[in-house]
Structures are given as structure tokens and as C-alpha cells.
């Protein structure tokens, strides 16, 4: 489950960080805010819903032959709980 907090703080990091502008992915940023928000928000307009693509996508590739549902939803939450920590603890966002 280790792997869930790290997905939530590099979800964080790419939301915050990459995506900003002048960043590496500045103009990536540009292109998402242009997508209806149904697709926007996933690709990095919401970093809690980034954190839930990467639990759901890197948990299912990581245990595809020993798949567990539960595990699985535990994953994904653990990753947007930790994008939560970060917000409410962590960051200085504005």
C-alpha cells in the first residue's frame, strides 16, 4: 500500500507542480483546460480525481493476476486520502 501514497504525492506534484506554468508540462495545462470537464478533470484539472486514475490504472496492471476488489478500492482511496493530507497539511497553495 506503500505505492498508494506515492501515487497520491506524485498525482499532487504533477496537479501542482508539472502542470503549472513555466513548468515542464505548462503547456499540457493549457491543452487540458480546454477539454470539457469530464475529461479535464482526470487528465489533471482535479488532483484528487489524477490520484484516483493512477490507483486505479497502476493497481490494476500491478495485480492483474491476483486481483482483488477490495484491495483495489482500498488502493485508489489511500491515494486521494494522501492527496487530502496534502492539501489540508501540506501545501501553501493558493
Known amino acids: 500500500m506503500i505505492e498508494a501514497v506515492l501515487l497520491g504525492i506524485a498525482a499532487w506534484v504533477y496537479c501542482f507542480i508539472l502542470l503549472k506554468d513555466g513548468m515542464i508540462l505548462g503547456f499540457l495545462a493549457r491543452e487540458i483546460a480546454e477539454?470539457?470537464?469530464?475529461?479535464?478533470?482526470?487528465l489533471g484539472g482535479c488532483e484528487y480525481c489524477v490520484a484516483g486514475q493512477f490507483g486505479l490504472w497502476y493497481y490494476l496492471y500491478m495485480n492483474w493476476n491476483e486481483y482483488n476488489l477490495i484491495n483495489h478500492i482500498l488502493f485508489i482511496t489511500l491515494a486521494i486520502f494522501t492527496v487530502e493530507i496534502i492539501n489540508r497539511y501540506g501545501s501553501k497553495k493558493d
Not at 35 to 42: A, F, G, I, Q, R
Open 35 to 42: 477539454l470539457p470537464e469530464w475529461l479535464s478533470e482526470p
